[in-house]
């Protein structure tokens, strides 16, 4: 920390536990002790069950957790193999043209999403590229979505990222497609994995587009809850809404394993 004194450690401390508290952690508390509840009484939830999490991870719960894992986990490689393809073909541009690119990228990330599961519907609702009423379409609008995360973070990394190790192996007559195999990507390896992380995790929490695109077959978890919670199921949807959660900071964990063991190669 870079508060100096005693004091005014303690005092930033207090003020980190006075914003994080009702800001983040409250709210966060809240679901989960709403999710071992049937009922509300005065200020906080009672009649304590487990009944909602039985009904969580079985029958339609479970199906819309699989399509959120599978749909994160597709659009989380597309967006990586897109998003790292870009910023390596951004790295050789001049720097109006990595500005257009930037710009290109961002887009999605500049307008509400809604917009974006809008133009995903319009764009892809008639041939020759029908995919409306499909899971391709929500993969699709996932990825687009999350790409600008990764090519952000692949973009930095590239810009950090010292010539020297390059221009040693092209001077030792290793081809371009061979220093990108073995020598730039591995050295990205650890920002691949952070940017694969985040795109998982935006992904697996997407609702907004995924609302206006998403097929009777494939309902993600997200979708449910939201369901759920506007039908009054206040409380399975809660134990619903710490299932996601608990599923997304298990995969979290595994990716940052592997950024770490890629640190240190």
Not at 206 to 212: F, K, N, Q, R, V
Not at 240 to 263: D, E, G, H, W, Y
Request: charged content about 10%.
């Amino acid at each position: 920390m870079l508060v100096h004194s005693r004091t005014g450690r303690w005092a930033s401390w207090a003020l980190f536990g006075l914003l994080f508290l009702p800001l983040f952690a409250l709210p966060l508390l809240v679901v989960v002790a709403a999710s071992f509840s049937t009922h509300w009484s005065g200020a906080f939830p009672s009649g304590p069950t487990a009944e909602n999490y039985a009904a969580a991870v079985r029958g339609e719960s479970l199906r819309a957790l699989t399509t959120s894992l599978v749909t994160a986990l597709v659009a989380s490689l597309l967006a990586l193999t897109l998003g790292t393809w870009a910023a390596l073909a951004a790295a050789g541009l001049k720097k109006r043209g990595r500005r257009s690119l930037d710009a290109l990228f961002m887009l999605p990330v500049a307008v509400p999403s809604v917009v974006v599961g809008l133009a995903v519907l319009v764009a892809f609702s008639k041939p020759p590229l029908l995919l409306n009423g499909t899971s391709s379409i929500v993969i699709l609008a996932h990825t687009v979505l999350v790409t600008a995360f990764a090519y952000q973070s692949v973009s930095a990394a590239l810009a950090r990222l010292d010539p020297a190790y390059e221009q040693a192996a092209a001077s030792l007559g290793a081809r371009p497609a061979y220093v990108l195999w073995r020598v730039r990507l591995p050295l990205l390896l650890p920002s691949l994995t952070s940017a694969a992380g985040l795109c998982f995790a935006l992904s697996m929490g997407e609702l907004s587009a995924t609302m206006m695109l998403y097929p009777p077959d494939w309902t993600p978890l997200p979708v449910r809850i939201f369901t759920a919670t506007d039908r009054g199921s206040l409380f399975s949807g809660s134990a619903v809404a710490v299932v996601l959660m608990a599923t997304t900071l298990l995969v979290l964990p595994a990716v940052s394993r592997i950024r770490t063991k890629a640190s240190y190669r």
